[in-house]
């Protein structure tokens, strides 16, 4: 194997498929053992410094009680009950990477969406994802009950930083195409009080991070003071299904948006995207974070014109029955055209020579209608772009310290630093030259936790979606109403 677990204390030696069936045993009892207090080493191979921007030899990575704890840890025999792993000279060791578009929902059954976070978080961590902002979620009592299990150590996945429910009319999915149409579980005559009600409610629950999508100007407004009021951050969908703001992106702005999503200009590079230069100056004055989704809005296309975007076979991890009507559905069709499309990968590129280089993020925007999940598919938006131009390095800063910062937590994740919590992936390859070598990954840490992506993967197969006709009501999206009399 490419790498060595040892323990110092020579009590015995441990080879790492006996850590490979520990890790099964984790999912397979839904309890961790309580291993986050035990010493890890990682010696040899390379790691991304995100203060130098380079990689670095990698001269002794101590972990401690799920903690980084030193960068130049040499001493062994100072430390009992410690592991040791040794890498080789082609192996990197990055920080753990943050999904800040990270669906949990799936639409299996045409009948709207709903989330499956169990093997759908397992996939995510398996990849690499150590955190995940959920970006709006039809089941969100459902969601920070999986979250809270995680944290526990009952469950295994990424760390959910939770965004509750949709805050606009998006709540009713595509039954709502703009934020003047009516929907039950956010009515076109709902009152500020109301608006300030739900965020207060959700910031009580442990949302850090709100998603606003299909509100008006004035709600939009409100919902970004009050979540401001209880420390949680805002990010946006703007445009509405009818090609237009819901709320104008200079407005958003100025209200103080935290993120946009998506898309700086509504055009393809005519008239609608006159004020992109000017959007990008306001964006990159008033610290605005950007992420542009490319994969899922390039979709289809995308798919067809980058070689090895898809490289393994995910349908395999869905039951053979979700796998035959997902058969059946056949492709979606484009998220976009060409010229629009084309439009949002020049946006990308101005933004990040213009200077939004600490302020692009990486998301995956991948509701799952197809065979594809979205674990995969953060490996899709980092190869798409550096495909189109972004350095390497600059990615993997979006994917980590950049998001980490977004979400106001970059002091305890998004970088391999003293003192921050010991999410790192460890993988065969060097990522700055080709940003495709973050797939190969040899193991996960998280929190100190190390997992085998394999076993993980092994775990999950065959297992999202309904296993028949009888279990369609599961996968059908319930909308509940915001007034309950």
């Known amino acids: 194997m490419p790498l060595q677990i040892t323990r110092s204390n020579n009590m015995f030696s441990q080879c790492f498929c006996f850590l490979c069936a520990a890790v099964f045993l984790l999912f397979n009892n ?72 990270a669906h949990y929902n799936f639409d299996l059954v045409d009948q709207g969406r709903v989330d499956e976070v169990n093997f759908n978080g397992m996939i995510f961590l398996a990849n690499g994802v150590t955190s995940t902002w959920s970006a709006g979620e039809y089941n969100p009592e459902r969601v920070i009950k999986h979250r809270d299990s995680i944290n526990k150590g009952d469950k295994l996945g990424p760390r959910i930083f939770n965004s509750g429910p949709y805050f606009g009319g998006f709540r009713c999915e595509y039954n709502v195409k703009a934020a003047e149409d009516d929907c039950v579980a956010w009515p076109n005559d709902i009152s500020e009080q109301e608006i300030r009600n739900e965020v207060n409610k959700w910031a009580q629950k442990g949302v850090i991070s709100i998603k606003i999508k299909q509100a008006t100007p004035g709600e939009a407004k409100i919902l970004i003071e009050e979540a401001h009021k209880n420390g949680m951050t805002t990010a946006a969908h703007l445009a509405n299904y009818y090609g237009e703001y819901d709320v104008d ?104 020579e213009e200077g939004g280089q600490d302020l692009m993020i990486v998301g995956t925007d991948e509701p799952v209608y197809t065979t594809l999940l979205p ?18 390095i600059n990615i993997i800063k979006a994917a980590t310290i950049n998001a980490a910062k977004s979400l106001g937590i970059e002091d305890i994740l998004g970088s391999i630093d003293v003192g921050k919590e010991a ?26 936790v190390i997992y085998d992506p394999v076993l993980l993967l092994n775990s999950a197969e065959g297992m999202i979606g309904p296993k028949n006709s009888e279990e369609h009501s599961a996968w059908q999206l319930s909308i509940e109403p915001l007034r309950k009399y």
Do not use: C
Not at 77 to 82: F, I, R, T
Not at 433 to 438: K, P, T, V, Y
């Open 30 to 101: 839904a309890k961790s053992q309580n291993i986050k207090s035990e010493s890890i080493l990682i010696k040899g191979g390379w790691y991304i410094d995100l203060t130098q921007m380079k990689k670095e030899k990698n001269r002794g990575i101590l972990i401690q009680d799920g903690l980084i704890v030193s960068l130049n840890h040499e001493d062994q025999k100072s430390l009992n009950n410690l592991r040791q792993i040794n890498l080789i000279d082609s192996q990197t060791i990055l920080p753990g990477m943050i999904d800040m578009h």
């Open 249 to 352: 992106l200079r407005d958003a702005i100025l209200m103080g948006l935290d993120r946009v999503e998506h898309q700086i200009t509504l055009g393809n590079g005519g008239e609608k995207s006159k004020e992109m230069d000017q959007m990008i100056d306001l964006m990159i004055k008033r610290k605005i974070y950007y992420d542009a989704n490319l994969q899922m809005y390039g979709g289809i296309n995308l798919r067809a014109q980058i070689p090895d975007l898809v490289w393994t076979d995910e349908s395999k991890y869905f039951t053979p029955y979700a796998q035959s009507l997902l058969k059946e559905r056949g492709d979606p069709p484009p998220e976009s055209e060409e010229a629009e499309f084309n439009q949002r990968v020049v946006e990308l590129i101005t933004f990040f």
């Open 375 to 392: 674990g995969f598919a953060y490996h899709r938006e980092l190869y798409a772009m550096q495909y189109f131009g972004i350095p390497a």
């Open 423 to 448: 999410d790192l992936v460890i993988i065969n390859g060097d990522p700055i030259s080709d940003i495709r070598n973050a797939r190969n990954i040899e193991f996960v840490i998280k929190e100190g």
